[in-house]
Every structure is written in structure tokens, then in C-alpha cells.
């Protein structure tokens, strides 16, 4: 038995107009395949471009290994020069990923490459945001921090997104204190008997290939997965819905320094409390269904 995922719509192109009436209005997830044909970045963004301008930069990485305590939130675990990354990513599969890489801090140049569509929303122009993975790499099933809607760009190569809306919480296996599911789990493989919980989660699928947008709505969580290297640029707007904004900022001034605390005082004891919870109140909910 295989996820419940459905097909994430795909348009050749779309209005503003089109796209609040029939995506951001309802918060349904779209792929865009040809929206930024007249960007720059659509013709020149490739690993080796980026190698060029930004080849001698340190970059953070990141690979799959499982939460530690002594390890701050989002703190990397290693770091190369981006052209030695760019290399490695050539050669074969790995692990190592770049998570959140803000280009306007890091090479500001790439700024002349794309411009803020409008959607309708206003995008946070702070916050563009890079993201980079080898072949068969993938990040953890997540949300973000401030549930924003997030307009994800990819370069070069193609990946899988599996989606799923907040009302699916109760069937992920959520780690209390945190905005990440078991990770244990492989999204893109699952153990169902293991895991019966996600049988019941209904989702969403999309692959991406150079120059496709996939709109994520507001809080949606999150599981992509590099078939081949390549990366992504996501662009940010505000979470618009009431619950989702409250939610937002106790992630960001409560939640997060609640989770730091715990981590500096019980140390391991925390996450692995955190990791029997996310199994025991699933059960508990599932139950209940
Ligand atoms: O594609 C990735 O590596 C992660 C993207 C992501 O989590 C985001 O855009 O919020
Ligand atoms: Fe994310």
C-alpha cells in the first residue's frame, strides 16, 4: 500500500486573477510550468552558473541525521566552499543539502536575475531563500516556521513534492515542540504497517522541472525529495488566515526558545520524550477518529 496522494494540479500558466480565484482563495497547492520564462534566472540558473558567481562563498549543509540535542535549532553540519559543493553534487548522490540560504545576504547579484511576481500577495522582498540538493537527498517532512505561502522556484534537474494540508496533522506523527514529523519516516517510501497512521493522511504530489512553480499554501507541510541535484528559490507571504498568523508568531517568540531551553536542560532525555509522544498521540487520535 502506497501514501494517498493526489496529483497537484498543473497549468501551463495562470493570471493573478485565476490564480487567487482558484488556488489561494480555496489554499489548494499549483504547479506553474512556464511562468518565468522571461526571467533571466530561466535561462542562466544552473549549477555551474552558480559555481561562477558564487564559487568561493562557504555554504552550510545539512544531511538527513536525526536531531541531536546539542544541536541548535537549524544549526548545519558541516560546511565547503560552494564550488567544491557544486562539484560534489556532480559526482554522484549525497546527502549534503543547503537549506535556507538567503541570496540577497549571500550574493546579491543573483537579484538581477528574477523579479517579485504578483500573485495577488505580498511577498516578504527580505526572504528569497536558496535551496540545494544531490541526488536522492531530501529534506524531513516539515512546515515552516511562520506557516507563510510559499512560491517554491526549482533550477535545474527534477524533484518530488509531497504535500500535505495542516488538517492532516493528526495522522503524521508530528513532534511536539517542533515542526517536524517522526524522521524516522521516508516519505517517499513509507512503512505503512510501521506507521498505519498515514493511511488515513490524504496528500498531495508534484514533480518539478526547470523553471515550474509549485504554490504551497499557508502551514502546508512539506516533503521534497532531489531526483537529480538541482535547487530551488522560495519566495514568502505572510500567513493570511488569523490561525495560521497566531500560530506563526508562538512558533517564532515562544516555541522555539521553549524547545532551545528544554534541549540545554534534559539534553537527549527531551527529544526522545518528544519522539515517543509524536507515536503515542497519534494512536491516541487515531482512535478517536
Ligand atoms: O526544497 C527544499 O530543499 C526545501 C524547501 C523548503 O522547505 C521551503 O521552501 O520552505
Ligand atoms: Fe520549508
Not at 7 to 27: A, D, G, H, N, V
Not at 101 to 112: G, S
Not at 114 to 137: A, I, Q, V, W
Not at 160 to 180: A, D, G, N
Request: proline share 6%; glycine share 6%.
Amino acid at each position: 500500500m502506497k501514501l494517498n496522494l493526489e496529483q497537484i494540479p498543473r497549468e501551463k500558466t495562470l493570471s493573478k486573477k485565476e490564480f487567487l480565484q482558484k488556488y489561494f482563495k480555496p489554499q489548494k497547492p499549483v504547479v506553474i510550468e512556464r511562468f518565468i520564462g522571461d526571467w533571466p534566472a530561466y535561462s542562466k540558473w544552473n549549477l555551474d552558473y552558480v559555481k561562477e558567481v558564487a564559487g568561493e562563498k562557504e555554504v552550510p549543509l545539512y544531511d538527513d541525521r536525526p536531531v541531536k540535542h546539542d544541536e541548535g535549532f537549524n544549526e548545519p553540519h558541516t560546511k565547503m566552499k560552494m564550488a567544491d559543493y557544486v562539484d560534489l553534487l556532480k559526482s554522484g548522490p549525497t546527502k549534503y543539502r543547503i537549506f535556507l540560504w538567503n541570496i540577497l545576504k549571500e550574493v546579491p547579484e543573483l537579484q538581477k536575475d528574477y523579479s517579485y511576481p504578483d500573485f495577488g500577495l505580498r511577498l516578504m522582498k527580505g526572504l528569497p531563500m536558496l535551496f540545494f540538493g544531490g541526488e536522492n537527498s531530501h529534506t524531513f517532512m516539515h512546515y515552516d516556521i511562520d506557516l507563510a505561502n510559499i512560491f517554491h522556484f526549482h533550477f535545474e534537474g527534477k524533484k518530488q513534492c509531497i504535500l500535505f494540508s495542516q488538517s492532516e496533522t493528526k495522522f503524521l506523527y508530528k513532534i511536539p515542540h517542533s515542526l517536524i514529523t517522526r524522521e524516522d519516516i521516508d516519505f517517499a517510501d513509507p512503512d505503512l504497517e510501521k506507521w498505519p497512521a498515514l493511511k488515513r493522511a490524504k496528500g498531495h504530489i508534484a514533480h518539478l522541472e526547470h523553471g515550474n512553480v509549485l504554490y504551497i499554501p499557508e502551514g502546508y507541510w512539506h516533503h521534497m525529495k532531489y531526483i537529480t541535484p538541482g535547487f530551488s528559490m522560495s519566495l514568502r507571504a505572510i500567513a493570511r488566515k488569523p490561525k495560521n498568523f497566531g500560530k506563526a508568531v508562538y512558533n517564532i517568540f515562544v516555541m522555539r526558545h521553549f524547545d532551545n531551553l528544554m534541549r540545554r536542560l534534559k539534553g537527549q532525555e527531551w527529544i526522545d520524550w518528544k519522539n515517543e509522544k509524536a507515536v503515542e498521540r497519534t494512536q491516541k487520535l487515531l482512535l478517536q477518529q
